[in-house]
């Protein structure tokens, strides 16, 4: 059975403060990996996806890699406005797709 | 841009009772999907669906059914609420596969008394 999991469930930073949120997987086959992020009372936002080892996207204060097990998203000199639930998900070689438990990142000014 | 629109913010139904969740999306995609989402368990697949009139159970279909009788259209009936239905129910719909994330709408959350 598929596996994804995030850490920490929970992370308060202060504004500038550099930090990574994790997603390490056990997926049959993986085929790409997706990271959104989640504002409360909406909808999961897509940011980037993943396909191989080595690849790396950038979307203003957030790059996101991905190694053979897992992935990082890297969030350099946060702001206020970056405060969400960031969600990792997995699509596995027969398409299906698993999201992990999300990390709830809180940025304080 | 993609857009999902599902019909309701907020719902407040009692036990018993009959609902419709509905979710439309103006992208031509082939797939859609409804998930429910509660603290501490994260996001859990309903049904989903790979075109019109088909349909397939996610992880936790029970106490659950669908409708597709448009491409545009899907929608999640709780048959006979319950308390344990309360939660926030999410629609995505995508092309299909890896190359293609899903589209997610804002969300209706449902409260069964």
């Known amino acids: 059975e598929d596996q994804v999991t995030q850490s920490p469930e929970a992370l308060r930073l202060q504004e500038g403060e550099s930090s990574s949120l994790n997603c390490s997987y056990t997926?049959?086959?993986?085929?790409?990996l997706f990271w959104y992020r989640q504002d409360p009372g909406k909808g999961p936002e897509f940011l980037f996806t993943?396909?191989?080892a080595g690849e790396e996207k950038e979307k203003e204060r957030l790059k996101a890699t991905l190694t053979k097990k897992e992935s990082f998203l890297h969030i350099t000199a946060p702001k206020p406005e970056d405060s969400a639930t960031y969600l990792c998900?997995?699509?596995?070689?027969?398409?299906?797709?698993?999201f992990g438990g999300g990390t709830r990142l809180m940025v304080k000014p | 841009d993609v857009k999902v629109t599902q019909s309701s913010r907020y719902l407040v139904k009692r036990t018993g009772e009959k609902v419709f969740l509905e979710c439309v999306q103006d992208?031509?995609?082939?797939?859609m999907f409804w998930y429910r989402q509660d603290p501490g368990l994260g996001l859990r697949l309903i049904y989903f669906?790979?075109?019109?009139?088909?349909?397939e159970k996610g992880d936790i279909p029970e106490g659950y059914s669908v409708s597709r009788e448009k491409k545009e259209r899907f929608s999640l009936i709780l048959e006979s609420a319950s308390t344990n239905q309360t939660s926030m129910y999410l629609c995505?719909?995508?092309?299909?596969?890896?190359?293609?994330?899903?589209?997610f709408g804002n969300g209706t959350r449902l409260t069964v008394t």
């Open positions: 995505a719909s995508t092309w299909g596969g890896a190359r293609s994330p899903l589209h």
């Open positions: 997926v049959s086959g993986l085929r790409g």
């Open positions: 993943l396909y191989s």
């Open positions: 998900a997995c699509y596995n070689a027969g398409n299906m797709l698993t």
């Open positions: 992208m031509d995609h082939e797939n």
């Open positions: 669906s790979y075109d019109v009139k088909m349909k």
